[in-house]
């Protein structure tokens, strides 16, 4: 009997033994991963997701066409939450959004669905939510903001150098006129323009720059309009965070009808559309992510809470630098990304910024009471903001000097 009982105990165990290692090793077969886009593959910030999805599942080998299941154009409200559940009902044991405004709706399907883990990219409550199956990720694309700000503010340098900056490109102080395109006046966005800026700025000193916002991620209408505004304001340099090829269009109809203006995008290379305007693109290896993410839901190993990486791990990059761009500009980009990945140069170091003329050292990031009293960890270190270290998403919200929002809601 004893025997008996040590056979079918062995047994069990083995049995035991085979279902981990077929969920740690995949269900790589059974495995079915949701994924929830807010537009599709005509925007650029979509088309850049669907990309790394598509490179990840090669490289972990997943079957696309059986475990991926895709729901696009995912508006950020209840539709989100809907297209959620009907994944965690398809059978999905992971699920990715890759829009800011889907997070709220992620969350209430986590909560309802704790055997199944909700990545909300963008997202900035995985922490706090304290919730073991709902993760945050967002790269570091306050870099590649910066390095394309620096490609921008080289060939700003060769337009004085020329002496094709006008009194009407400049302010009475000065300053040269550059503009900005943003979607929301969220952190994420503020964080981007401040790093582009910085950028132009470390180039070129006397900049002020100018942001709009669309209020929509994706409006190619809208886009443009704002960019032909800030033109009309006189900038000579415009960049973007909204979705469309809207801004960069609105540039080369506007340089090819006599007006100087060049600009710099987002997402994806901006030259088919503005050969003679676009400098470059900001852009995101979103690959780079979702292989980690797959791999681990592979392998059954948790997703961290909140993961971010940028130019050291390839996360980040800029897209092919325009004909237009300076001479040296390419050899400039491989210095200051050499100095991004070994740390030499710091994006928000604080001695090159102000906030009402004053130099920031401390700074509470992370607001868990409303009041910015008592919470825990600050990004400045050492006369440095540490963007994406106490969480994924940005929280770069100041508003520094040199720079003005002009429709702010």
């Given at each position: 009997?004893?025997?008996?009982?040590?056979?079918?105990?062995?047994?069990?165990?083995?049995?035991?033994?085979?279902?981990?290692?077929?969920?740690?090793?995949?269900?790589?077969?059974?495995?079915?991963?949701?994924?929830?886009?807010?537009?599709?593959?005509?925007?650029?910030?979509?088309?850049?997701?669907?990309?790394?999805?598509?490179?990840?599942?090669?490289?972990?080998?997943?079957?696309?066409?059986?475990?991926?299941?895709?729901?696009?154009?995912?508006?950020?409200?209840?539709?989100?939450?809907?297209?959620?559940?009907?994944?965690?009902?398809?059978?999905?044991?992971?699920?990715?959004?890759?829009?800011?405004?889907?997070?709220?709706?992620?969350?209430?399907?986590?909560?309802?669905n704790p055997e199944v883990v909700f990545v909300s990219?963008?997202?900035?409550?995985?922490?706090?939510?304290?919730?073991?199956?709902?993760?945050?990720?967002?790269?570091?694309?306050?870099?590649?903001?910066?390095?394309?700000?620096?490609?921008?503010?080289?060939?700003?340098?060769?337009?004085?150098?020329?002496?094709?900056?006008?009194?009407?490109?400049?302010?009475?102080?000065?300053?040269?006129?550059?503009?900005?395109?943003?979607?929301?006046?969220?952190?994420?966005?503020?964080?981007?323009?401040?790093?582009f800026y910085l950028g132009v700025k470390s180039i070129?000193?006397?900049?002020?720059?100018?942001?709009?916002?669309?209020?929509?991620?994706?409006?190619?209408?809208?886009?443009?309009?704002?960019?032909?505004?800030?033109?009309?304001?006189?900038?000579?340099?415009?960049?973007?965070?909204?979705?469309?090829?809207?801004?960069?269009?609105?540039?080369?109809?506007?340089?090819?009808?006599?007006?100087?203006?060049?600009?710099?995008?987002?997402?994806?290379?901006?030259?088919?559309?503005?050969?003679?305007?676009?400098?470059?693109?900001?852009?995101?290896?979103?690959?780079?992510?979702?292989?980690?993410?797959?791999?681990?839901?592979?392998?059954?190993?948790?997703?961290?809470?909140?993961?971010?990486?940028?130019?050291?791990?390839?996360?980040?990059?800029?897209?092919?630098?325009?004909?237009?761009?300076?001479?040296?500009?390419?050899?400039?980009?491989?210095?200051?990304?050499?100095?991004?990945?070994?740390?030499?140069?710091?994006?928000?170091?604080?001695?090159?910024?102000?906030?009402?003329?004053?130099?920031?050292?401390?700074?509470?990031?992370?607001?868990?009471?409303?009041?910015?009293?008592?919470?825990?960890?600050?990004?400045?270190?050492?006369?440095?903001?540490?963007?994406?270290?106490?969480?994924?998403?940005?929280?770069?919200?100041?508003?520094?000097?040199?720079?003005?929002?002009?429709?702010?809601?």
């Open positions: 009997m004893k025997k008996l009982l040590a056979i079918v105990i062995a047994l069990a165990m083995v049995l035991a033994l085979a279902t981990a290692c077929d969920a740690g090793s995949g269900g790589a077969k059974t495995l079915k991963i949701g994924i929830i886009l807010v537009h599709d593959e005509n925007t650029g910030y979509d088309a850049a997701h669907i990309n790394g999805i598509k490179a990840a599942v090669a490289a972990v080998g997943i079957d696309e066409k059986t475990q991926i299941f895709w729901k696009y154009n995912v508006e950020e409200n209840e539709k989100c939450y809907d297209a959620a559940i009907d994944l965690v009902e398809q059978g999905c044991s992971y699920i990715f959004s890759d829009s800011y405004g889907h997070q709220d709706h992620m969350l209430r399907a986590a909560e309802e990219m963008t997202g900035d409550k995985g922490a706090l939510s304290g919730l073991p199956n709902y993760k945050n990720a967002f790269p570091h694309t306050f870099e590649s903001r910066y390095v394309s700000g620096v490609v921008a503010g080289m060939k700003l340098k060769q337009l004085v150098d020329e002496n094709k900056v006008l009194d009407s490109n400049k302010n009475p102080d000065g300053t040269i006129k550059i503009g900005y395109v943003g979607a929301f006046p969220y952190a994420e966005v503020v964080s981007g323009y401040t790093a070129v000193d006397n900049v002020q720059m100018d942001v709009t916002y669309t209020n929509s991620w994706y409006d190619p209408t809208a886009e443009a309009e704002a960019a032909n505004s800030l033109v009309s304001r006189g900038c000579i340099i415009i960049s973007q965070h909204a979705d469309s090829t809207g801004a960069p269009s609105a540039c080369e109809a506007l340089l090819n009808a006599g007006t100087t203006v060049y600009c710099v995008g987002y997402n994806v290379d901006m030259i088919p559309v503005a050969p003679n305007a676009a400098l470059t693109s900001a852009q995101n290896n979103w690959s780079v992510y979702y292989t980690y993410a797959f791999n681990c839901a592979v392998k059954g190993e948790e997703i961290v809470t909140d993961w971010s990486e940028g130019y050291a791990t390839g996360t980040n990059m800029i897209s092919e630098l325009g004909a237009s761009c300076a001479p040296g500009t390419a050899e400039k980009v491989a210095e200051v990304e050499a100095g991004i990945k070994d740390g030499s140069v710091q994006v928000f170091d604080t001695a090159k910024f102000t906030v009402d003329g004053q130099q920031l050292t401390t700074y509470l990031a992370i607001d868990t009471d409303g009041d910015y009293k008592g919470d825990t960890g600050d990004p400045i270190e050492n006369g440095i903001f540490y963007e994406s270290k106490l969480r994924s998403a940005p929280y770069f919200a100041l508003r520094i000097d040199g720079i003005t929002e002009l429709n702010a809601q």
